[in-house]
């Protein structure tokens, strides 16, 4: 049997900033690759619709993450996958304990109550980018501070602490984030947390995640820490950057625009199809790790018990999907797409998530229907030093 060979992981070399790296989609043409990640951990790289979800709901697959292979080119894991808390870590009923009542803070009726509330934070931030006038950073001025703001309130984290949910972000996501930077802003952070779970237990305040947590739950108080702090990462890292690369990629498709820009009132179905498009485009190795706790055949190729299996969102391409896969169409039904995952562990916000973007894409470009990029696409600067793929920023005009 002919031994598969090991490919250097190509990543922070996009021939565009919105494509996969150099050499990736040839490293998976012919199924799953087997790769070294820059971390010297080896594994496969599972990139076809089914694989992926294959490894994403099968059993055989534990989403514990100690030793997998990663992105960080030196030093330990910020976040141990054994610390209390680390929710997409975990397998079976641990999981679920604390995945079930989390879940009831972002079911749909929960997110149909915020939507006025996020409407107004969004049109307060384009009030103000108008006021201002162009050009403006569409980072800066609307995707960090709403999904910052719009985090902290689901979760009834005071709102004057956005800089410090984003310096703890940026060490916990970071390629070559700091264990010792993290665990201090996050200690600071913990400090607001426990707080305000304090006041939420003494009221019996039920109206926002900590307050279900502490009241609701039989959650220890590291559990409690962790969670919050991962749900603010993570939830304003995750729509920041898919809503500006939302926007870029409609900018580098114009006839695309011109369909938005036609009628408005089918946000819903067109952020579908830009987050199929938009993570499949992007999605290298990065991916979302799995370990075999027994011999899985996948796409012809058996992953050994003890090897890890990452699963890449260029499966979103994949034409077992949809006709055209590779080709972004806003005209298109909507399609069972892995942007917000796939199996027991999928986005546990992918409600708030949707509510979110649907709302920023219908506001602004109601509100700036000219609105073009100041700077050149691939003259923009991008977040190569993050885990999380995105713009750093977006300059605009009108």
Known sequence: MTEVPVCPVPHDNRVHPLGPPAGFEDAIRNGPARMRWPNGVEGWVVS?????????????????????????????????????????AMDGEKHLRLRRPL??????????????????????????????SAPADLVASLCLPVSSLVIAELLGVPPAHQELFQATAREMLGKNGSRAEYEAKAAELGQVIGNVAAIKKATGDTGDMIGLMVNETDFSMKELMLLTVVLLAAG????????GIFVLTLFEHSEQLEILQRDLSRADVIVEELMRYATGRLSGVGGIQ???????????????AGEWAVVSLHANLDEELCPRANELDLERRTVSHLGLGFGPHKCLGANLARTELQILLKSLFTRFPNIRPAVPVREMSFR?????????????AW
């Open 384 to 396: 190569d030093d993050m885990l999380t793929y995105g713009a750093a920023s977006i300059p605009v």
């Open 290 to 304: 799995r370990k075999a706790v027994e011999d899985v055949e996948v796409d012809g190729v058996t992953i050994k």
């Open 236 to 243: 304003h890292e995750t729509t920041s950057n898919l809503f």
């Open 103 to 132: 879940a009831r803070g972002f079911m749909v009726r929960r997110m149909a109550s915020m939507r006025p509330r996020i409407q107004r934070i969004v049109d307060e931030h384009l009030d103000e980018m108008e006021r201002k």
């Open 48 to 88: 076809s619709y089914a694989g992926a979800r294959k490894v994403l709901s099968d059993k055989r697959f534990s989403a514990n993450r100690n030793g997998a292979p990663t992105m960080r080119s030196e030093g330990e894991p910020v976040v141990e996958s054994d610390q209390p808390g680390k929710l997409h």
